[in-house]
């Protein structure tokens, strides 16, 4: 049976992640690491390793003593928090990755999974469809980081055959945890509000439209892209990877089809400005030709998923 480790399983792609891998590869071949306990008690089913990923010799340990199949490497500070933290924000976004690199080179992982974030786009990019091989102008540390992740994860594979594969992710928007500090937050939290029926105070302008994803869509993209040949692969920097765009206003009026008395005021702050450097939607022709990637959910289902899943949670707390 092949065995698999997720690094950074406490966070909100970790945390689906995770749960995916487990129903696919059965829980006793996976095993989580984090800094932080995952929250979550499923999750907790499958063997937890306390890992600082900054820790190069607590890294190499792991991964020479796991001698895994995949790794999934999320460990990362997103782009609000990482403006905040610019020099933490690049040691864990960097030295993380290469120390997963390093392993990989010395045969003790097979195949890497690193995501990459539409954060590597920027103001000199295309606004709209960005396509797979658009300019890279990133205007955040955490976008930084990415840029310069998606041309290491390259590296390694063209020098030392290393199996590295990533995609770009839009927001990501779920259910089972909040989010960890992104730009893109609001498209989950508003949710909450609107369950608990709560003026919502967003932090985007009406308007500012941007490339968004339902999580279940970005697990199942991501295993789709573990699961294919390694001769199917042909881009080794980071695949776009695109379902729908919306802006804040369309996403309350959304909610409005279900819940008519929502409320949303709009309160811009320094995410705004974030929000305008990145694109408004993206091309994905290279993933959907390479490994046959399509998303499944769209806008209106993921605002009936979304709000049942909300609702189905409080009442499992009330129970």
Not at 70 to 76: C, E, S, T
Not at 126 to 148: C, E, F, M, W
Request: hydrophobic share 40%.
């Amino acid at each position: 049976m092949s065995r698999t480790l997720v690094i950074g399983a406490a966070g909100q792609l970790g945390i689906e992640l995770v749960l995916a891998l487990q129903a696919q590869e059965g829980i006793a071949n996976v095993d989580i690491s984090d800094i932080r306990v995952p929250a979550h008690n499923e999750v907790m089913k499958s063997r937890f390793l306390h890992l600082d990923a900054t820790d190069e010799g607590a890294v190499f340990k792991i991964l020479e003593e796991g001698r895994y199949d995949a790794v999934y490497h999320l460990a990362a500070m997103l782009s609000a928090i990482g403006e905040k933290k610019p020099i933490a924000a690049w040691d864990l976004n960097m030295q993380s990755l290469l120390h997963v690199l390093e392993a990989a080179k010395e045969g003790w992982v097979k195949r890497i999974f690193w995501p990459s974030s539409i954060a590597v786009f920027g103001p000199q990019t295309t606004r709209k469809h960005v396509p797979q091989n658009a300019l890279l102008d990133p205007t955040t540390v955490y976008g930084i980081s990415k840029q310069a992740g998606e041309y290491w994860c390259r590296y390694y594979h063209e020098k030392y055959g290393v199996d590295v594969r990533s995609v770009r992710y839009p927001g990501l928007i779920g259910h089972r945890s909040l989010p960890g500090g992104g730009t893109t937050d609001y498209a989950v939290d508003i949710y909450h509000a609107a369950h608990a029926r709560e003026r919502y105070g967003c932090f985007l302008q009406a308007d500012t439209a941007l490339p968004m994803m339902y999580m279940d869509d970005a697990v199942r993209g991501t295993l789709e892209l573990m699961a294919a040949p390694a001769d199917s692969i042909q881009v080794r920097t980071s695949y776009n990877l695109s379902a729908m765009s919306f802006a804040p206003n369309e996403i309350a009026e959304s909610i409005r089809q279900h819940i008519p008395s929502f409320e949303i005021d709009y309160v811009p702050d320094e995410r705004q400005t974030i929000a305008l450097s990145w694109p408004e939607s993206i091309a994905d022709d290279a993933a959907r030709a390479d490994w046959g990637w399509k998303p499944r959910i769209l806008l209106p289902e993921m605002t009936q998923l979304m709000l049942d899943a909300i609702a189905n949670q409080s009442l499992e707390v009330q129970d």
